[in-house]
Structure formats: structure tokens, C-alpha cells
């Protein structure tokens, strides 16, 4: 079971450059995230999905895309890459029914903009 | 506002003591959900222990436990007889409602556990 698998695990872009981190999970969980993590500020949403088909802003949306055409697949869209985009890129999956039902993590993108 | 706020930006603790990592929580939310991650230097995140709003009893994994104090709105994680491996970072966050899917997470604290 290869839980959430995050593609790729380095970056280096230059700014203006687009690209496109990919997220799989094959737990066939309803909910997926994505959030960047940046040194003293914890881990924060960018955007987030609950299910295929729908997806919703987190708190810090600008200069990402999302879609999800299928429930295993969550992938985050750079537009335009920009050197406060350097952080690493979390992404994570949650089955449905809340209560103590904890956030499934991937390995993490690190990506620098040049 | 800081939904999430631990006030330990870093952490040493002798190996085999136990140690309190600190958590503040804010909402107005009746039904909420706290969790612990570690985060060690390879970068993964590691779910530790839940804590619900309406659970009576503070949550136990092992050597985890959950120091939660609803009143105060603190959600403490209680490491016993630390080791050498529990160094990392370790993040406090809460999910609001009943099937939320937002998880807010604090800065985080890291600890060092000294042989």
C-alpha cells in the first residue's frame, strides 16, 4: 500500500516557469490538501478537495491551481513561479467521517525558485 | 488571530525524562479535533495522538499522552522516557467540526533529546 506518493521530491525552477507537482493516493480517500511548509510557520493550506470534481481555496491560494478530475489524483499547477513559491509542498489525504480520522501525509516537494 | 499557538519554539530534554511540548488552541466550534504530528530532519510527517472535544479521558499511544484542558483551551502532548529518536519537529493542530476538512496547524516546537 503505497499510501500518498508525491512526484517529484526536488525542483529547481527559475521564476516565471511553470510546472505541475503531482499527488496520488490510493486509499481511495475522499478528501486530499495541499500546503506548503516554510521555517517557523508550520504548515498551511493552499488549496483542498472533497471529492472529484470539487476543490476550494485554502489560506494561501494565489499563484496555485488545482483540479481533481479523479479521486486518486490532486495535482497542485505553479502559473508562474515566483521566488516566495521556495518552500516545501505537502500534500495529504483524509478518509471521510471526521472525528479522529488524521491527515495521511506524501514525502514532501521541496522546491527552490531561482 | 492564531487559531494554533505553542509557545516553544525549541525544546531540550535529557534522554529517558519526560517532557511537555505546549498547545493553545482557539474556536468557537463546540465540536473540534486535535492532533499531534512529529516531523523528523528526513521530513516525513508522523500522525502521534488525537484528542476529541467530547472525549471525557486524555488520550494515550504508548509513550504519548495528551494533557487536554478544555477550559484553558491547551492541548499539551506529554512524551515519558524520552530516547534519542524522539528528536524532531512536532506540531500541534486542530480540525474544526464535525468532518471538516480544515486542519489548522501551529509553528511548531523542536525538541532535542540530549544522551
Known amino acids: 500500500n503505497a499510501g500518498v506518493t508525491q512526484t517529484p521530491k526536488f525542483q529547481v525552477l527559475k521564476t516565471g516557469q511553470s510546472m505541475t507537482l503531482q499527488c496520488a493516493q490510493d486509499?481511495?480517500?475522499?478528501?486530499m490538501s495541499w500546503y506548503r511548509q516554510d521555517p517557523g510557520m508550520g504548515l498551511r493550506l493552499i488549496h483542498y478537495?472533497?471529492?472529484?470534481?470539487?476543490?476550494d481555496q485554502g489560506e494561501v491560494p494565489n499563484g496555485y491551481n488545482v483540479s481533481r478530475s479523479t479521486t486518486e489524483d490532486f495535482p497542485l499547477r505553479l502559473l508562474s513561479a515566483a521566488p516566495s513559491q521556495t518552500s516545501v509542498y505537502f500534500c495529504?489525504?483524509?478518509?471521510?467521517?471526521?472525528?479522529?480520522?488524521?491527515?495521511?501525509f506524501g514525502d514532501g516537494t521541496r522546491l527552490s525558485i531561482l | 488571530a492564531q487559531k494554533i499557538t505553542q509557545t516553544q519554539p525549541g525544546m531540550f530534554v535529557q534522554e529517558k525524562e519526560a517532557v511537555t511540548l505546549d498547545c493553545t488552541y482557539d474556536?468557537?466550534?463546540?465540536?473540534?479535533?486535535l492532533f499531534w504530528y512529529k516531523q523528523p530532519s528526513s521530513g516525513e510527517m508522523i500522525f502521534l495522538i488525537y484528542?476529541?472535544?467530547?472525549?471525557?479521558q486524555n488520550a494515550t499511544e504508548g509513550r504519548y499522552s495528551l494533557n487536554f484542558q478544555k477550559a484553558r483551551k491547551s492541548a499539551n502532548l506529554v512524551i515519558s522516557a524520552s530516547q534519542l529518536g524522539d528528536s524532531a519537529m512536532y506540531f500541534c493542530?486542530?480540525?474544526?467540526?464535525?468532518?471538516?476538512?480544515?486542519?489548522?496547524f501551529g509553528p511548531g516546537t523542536r525538541l532535542s533529546v540530549l544522551p
Open positions: 495529504a489525504s483524509t478518509p471521510p467521517g471526521g472525528g479522529g480520522q488524521p491527515q495521511h
Open positions: 486509499m481511495n480517500h475522499e478528501y
Open positions: 478537495s472533497v471529492g472529484a470534481g470539487i476543490t
Open positions: 474556536t468557537s466550534d463546540p465540536s473540534y479535533g
Open positions: 484528542q476529541g472535544s467530547y472525549d471525557q
Open positions: 493542530a486542530m480540525r474544526e467540526g464535525g468532518d471538516g476538512q480544515n486542519f489548522v
